[in-house]
């Protein structure tokens, strides 16, 4: 995707779609996150704090399902995300169609936050935000841009709007 294109040159590092690039820097990532770990170790406490050194990590992921394609990638960010949380960070991914055999149920399950825009089918709506809700992101028209639900792990999804921004303003 190219969708992240316009925050390269604001990212501290950046892979668009070299899997090899990708690899490296989740190695990095988690050698950094390491980093963070022992510092909360050495403090003892386990809060984030950039005051105390702590760097904020955000993982941007575009097209998740094309690196948990790779069995070795796939096994690299389930590790970041169970850690991530822990150390203060995020990660950020998307989706077009988040299909269970390529971004099965161990790693969304590590998401705690779910935003659902326009979908084709319920089926993919319950694959983001879960069983048994009464939403209907597949009824969202074509020209609502921004509108979608979005899910935490307090409570049933709510519909929401975000702001929308053509890529000249971004």
Sequence with gaps: G????????RAGR????????AKQLLVDLREGMGRIADRQIERGDNKFDVDKGDD?????IDELPRYTANKELRMMILDILQIIRSLGGMVVATAQRPS??????????????RFCMR????AT????????????????PKGKRGYGY??????????????????EQI
Aim: net charge negative; no cysteine; proline share 5%.
């Design 2 to 9: 190219t969708e992240l294109v316009p925050w390269k040159g």
């Design 14 to 21: 950046y892979a668009n779609n070299d899997l090899t690039a």
């Design 56 to 60: 904020l990590i955000v993982l941007a």
């Design 100 to 113: 269970g055999d390529q971004v099965g149920a161990d790693i969304r399950a590590q998401f705690t936050h």
């Design 119 to 122: 979908v084709d089918s319920s």
């Design 125 to 140: 709506a319950r694959m983001i935000l879960g069983e048994g809700w009464p939403v209907r992101p597949h009824h969202i």
């Design 150 to 167: 979005l899910t935490t792990l307090e409570g049933a999804p709510r519909g929401v709007r975000a702001d929308w921004m053509d890529i």
